[in-house]
Every structure is written in structure tokens, then in C-alpha cells.
């Protein structure tokens, strides 16, 4: 009877310990997805030599990209070779003028709660990141992720050259 009750004891002090744990896990799990799919942008400019733009909100984000017309799948018209005019979503694999498909954090624990300058952030073939549908000055990005659940935040940060670099305040 007295190992039931030390076992009951046990394991009511450590679920707030696993809790915790786990929301951490989380929140690192998704800063380093997002820092991931940030890298990933950049070096889809720069490989297709068209801009691509990755929008983040509250608890999505949204890829796109202007495809190099005639490329597969490119559903712009235009001089073959070039950068199609307007950004097209990046859905499962493919650009698509009419779906949207948002990208959910892999928890709902975890949200954006700051984005800066803006929650729109370009990537040119050149390698720099700005906050104009046309390559400019470079910009330095912060996205600060946090948990529902604790206080604890990640801050994935994006310089105006292009490099992404995740930190825990």
C-alpha cells in the first residue's frame, strides 16, 4: 500500500515537469521547421532565379513563388525562361494560381507572436531578403514563436543576406 501511494505521489510531481518538457519540444520543433523552410526559400530563389515570398501568420505559413515560365508544372504565360508575373502558391509539390494551402505548425500549442517588420518576407535569386515584392535593400527579419501553454519563446532570425539563425531569448 505504501509503494501505491509513493508511486501516486511520483508521478503527480512529475507530469507539470513533463508538460513542460514536451511544450518545449514543441516550440523547438517548430522554430526549427520554420528556420528550415526559410533556408528552403532561399535556396529556391536562387536556384530558379525568381523570387519567392513566404507569408507567416498566427499559426500557418504560406509559400509562393514566381515559377520560370514554360518550367513543369509553371502555370504562367509569358517569354519562356523568364520569371512569371505574379506569385503563385507552392501546394504539395506544385505552383497553383487558385489553391491556398497553409502550412500548419505541427503543434496548435505554438503560435507566432511577433513578426518584424512584417509577416511578408521576399526572397531574391541574389541571395537578400527584403520587404518589398521587388529586390531592394536587404532586411533583417525577427519571428518570434511562442507556446500557449508557458512563457517560454523562440526567435528565428532571418538577416537581409539570407541567413537563418534560431535563438532562445
Do not use: D, H
Not at 6 to 19: F, G, K, L, Q
Not at 52 to 65: D, R
Not at 108 to 125: E, K, R
Request: with cysteine; net charge positive.
Amino acid at each position: 500500500m505504501i509503494v501505491v501511494a509513493v508511486s501516486i505521489v511520483m508521478v503527480a510531481v512529475s507530469v507539470p515537469y513533463i508538460s513542460t518538457a514536451l511544450s518545449n519540444m514543441y516550440l523547438g520543433s517548430a522554430a526549427t521547421a520554420l528556420s528550415s523552410e526559410f533556408a528552403a526559400a532561399r535556396y529556391q530563389a536562387i536556384a530558379s532565379g525568381c523570387p519567392v515570398q513566404v507569408t507567416v501568420n498566427s499559426q500557418t505559413y504560406q509559400i509562393a513563388g514566381q515559377c520560370v515560365i514554360g518550367a513543369f508544372g509553371c502555370p504562367a504565360t509569358g517569354t519562356a525562361g523568364t520569371c512569371g508575373p505574379t506569385f503563385y502558391n507552392w501546394c504539395a509539390g506544385a505552383y497553383s494560381a487558385t489553391a491556398t494551402c497553409t502550412i500548419p505548425f505541427a503543434n496548435t500549442q505554438i503560435s507566432v507572436a511577433a513578426t518584424s517588420p512584417s509577416n511578408v518576407i521576399y526572397f531574391y535569386s541574389s541571395g537578400i531578403v527584403t520587404s518589398a515584392a521587388t529586390a531592394g535593400i536587404p532586411t533583417n527579419y525577427t519571428v518570434q514563436l511562442a507556446q500557449s501553454k508557458g512563457t517560454a519563446t523562440k526567435t528565428v532570425n532571418i538577416s537581409g543576406a539570407g541567413y537563418v539563425k534560431t535563438t532562445t531569448p
